[in-house]
């Protein structure tokens, strides 16, 4: 039964079938077309030991077999269907991955081979990248700086007839430590580069 199921798949491509009978088949079916990618004479001996059909194997050997040469394997797809009306048993369709113009891409994209070891190139385009994040969030720091003085400048500008005189000296002297400490920070930098 699975020879002449594996016969009938070969040659129409998808066939319909209970689910038990389906999942038998590609146990059946998928070490026999991974023997195809091999065309030996011992090779097609076995696989008709296998089928007992010359032109099914024929096929098997020339056409399934050259395209199914990338595919490491899982050549058979199976796609759940309803149940059947009179038995109520699970059926499905099973098929050649290669032959469902549905599924299949048109063009097969490769994956490109990754490196275990790091190069040197690699490493020198990556610090150009970590100095253009520094770059970019030191940036972001000072417009936030600058959005904060000038937020705040607004505000001074107009003094309220309840600030006194005093808030404005404190928030001079303010800005008078905070540049200091700035100086102080950029010598310290200075120092240890």
């Known amino acids: 039964m699975l020879s002449?199921?594996?016969?009938?798949?070969?040659?129409?491509?998808?066939?319909?079938?209970?689910?038990?009978?389906?999942?038998?088949?590609?146990?059946?079916?998928?070490?026999?077309?991974?023997?195809?990618?091999?065309?030996?004479?011992?090779?097609?001996?076995?696989?008709?030991?296998?089928?007992?059909?010359k032109e099914i194997v024929t096929e098997l050997?020339?056409?399934?077999?050259?395209?199914?040469?990338?595919?490491?394997?899982?050549?058979?797809?199976?796609?759940?269907?309803?149940?059947?009306?009179?038995?109520?048993?699970?059926?499905?369709?099973?098929?050649?991955?290669?032959?469902?113009?549905?599924?299949?891409?048109?063009?097969?994209?490769?994956?490109?081979k990754r490196r275990r070891s790091r190069s040197k190139t690699k490493s020198q385009s990556e610090t150009p990248k970590n100095e253009l994040t520094q770059k970019s969030s030191e940036k972001e720091a000072r417009l936030e700086d600058n959005t904060q003085i000038t937020t705040s400048a607004n505000t001074s500008d107009v003094p309220n007839e309840n600030e006194s005189v005093d808030d404005s000296n404190n928030k001079e002297k303010g800005t008078e430590i905070s540049n200091s400490d700035k100086k102080m920070d950029s010598n310290q930098n200075s120092d240890e580069k």
């Not at 048993?89 to 097969?108: A, G, P, Q």
């Open 4 to 53: 002449n199921m594996a016969c009938s798949l070969i040659k129409h491509k998808r066939i319909k079938t209970t689910l038990a009978k389906a999942k038998a088949l590609r146990v059946y079916l998928e070490p026999l077309i991974t023997k195809s990618k091999n065309d030996t004479t011992h090779s097609r001996r076995v696989v008709f030991s296998y089928l007992k059909q």
């Open 61 to 112: 050997f020339g056409e399934v077999a050259t395209k199914i040469t990338d595919r490491p394997g899982g050549y058979t797809r199976i796609i759940r269907l309803t149940n059947r009306i009179g038995d109520n048993s699970k059926m499905c369709f099973i098929e050649l991955v290669d032959y469902n113009e549905v599924y299949v891409k048109d063009t097969v994209e490769k994956k490109s």
